[in-house]
């Protein structure tokens, strides 16, 4: 059988060589078609890339710990789900390997004051040197960060700000319910602005040293624990530990994608986009592929006669124009994903000018990220679709009857 397929890809060579332009068209139509898949496919796949990167290093982390209930019942009382500012656990997560950062959060919201402006806002406490680990992707455009050394210091999202007409080194006043029923209020200074991966989030946020959220509120404690992993590849395994350490301390554990509402609604509509595109390049192939082998069939009818006037069988013949569809699309494809991961590199090199998503005000320069995933499913897509586009022409020249064949081209 071995050495059949090798005679049949020596065969199918030879014929391709044959009739350089159209095997040349065909070879071109492959390669195309799996070069714009790779680019395709690499943009969104960056594309998957920035926005979880985004999503995890602005506000989410990899994994948050709360108190059972708090996501689904804190928004009613949050000052029955606060947790200790340093847990007994604290120390034995912070040292496992995987874990990068650990730092606690306290919500809260009010309103805030500048002149005669009062808007609401949505509140969060810090601990300003752990953050700047943990939420790198959300960046200070104007004045300068939090800062434990400065107390009364805050920063605010820039929608928030230009909502309230507030720049960095006004004084401002926080409003918040406490957890007495109370009502307190506290001046503050804004230090800076900042943007994060989502326009929403900033009309209507702001930050303070965890210490000033206490004073406002009047309580101690946090709602959130935060986790920053080095490997995302590893959020499930570190998950599944922290469950198993933690699994009596009356704690839930969410992972990152679990609160990423967005993220996952967007990659579930581009992969679908991305199914599409497959779906037509595979057509295209077919149709490449099919067109040259029918030509090659009906400009070699007699030679087809001469065949099984010699004794060759159907099967034999068969097997010649699939290893000619094959060989083909071996060629087209080995050209498109050479050229492809070529283009890749430059395209990424130079970047990709976008203007801003939705939700968002910030434009970004794309890149191109292939995966081992998109090109061997690009290649195996490329291949299965040139086996599938050669068995009708090779059917086709296999039932052909002897005599008929060989009057063919009298």
Known sequence: MLRKLRLGGRVGLRNLARNRRRTAIGVATIGFGVIALLLAGGFIEWIFWAMRVATIESRLGHIQI?????????????????????PAW????????????????????????????????????VVPENEAVVSRWMVVTEGEGLSSEKADQIILGRGLAENLGASPGDRVVLLANTAGGGINAIEVRVGGLFTSATKAFDDAALRVPIGVAHRLLRIEGVHRWVILLHDTARTDRVLGALRERLSREGLELVPWYELADFYNKTVALFSRQVNVVQLIIGIIIV???????????????????????????????????????????????LVGAVLGMFLAVVISQVGIPMPPPPGSDTGFTGEIHLTFPLVSST????????????????????????????????
């Open 66 to 86: 709360v108190r059972q209930g708090y996501l689904g019942e804190g928004v009613k009382d949050p000052y029955d789900y606060l947790m200790p500012e340093r």
């Open 90 to 125: 604290l120390e034995s997560v912070r040292a496992m390997p995987d874990v990068k950062a650990i730092t606690p959060r306290l919500a809260f919201n009010g309103l805030i004051s500048f002149g005669d402006n009062t808007v609401a806002y949505l509140g969060e406490g």
């Open 287 to 333: 149709l490449a592929i099919s067109n040259t082998l029918v030509m090659s069939v009906l400009e070699r009818t007699g030679e087809i006669g001469t065949l099984l006037a010699l004794g060759f069988r159907r099967g034999t013949i068969l097997m010649f124009f699939v290893m000619e569809g094959a060989v083909l699309g071996v060629v087209g494809t």
């Open 379 to 410: 290649v195996i897509l490329a291949l299965t679709t040139s086996f599938v586009a050669s068995l009708y022409p090779a059917w086709k020249a296999s039932r052909m009857q002897a005599v008929d064949a060989l009057r063919h081209n009298r």
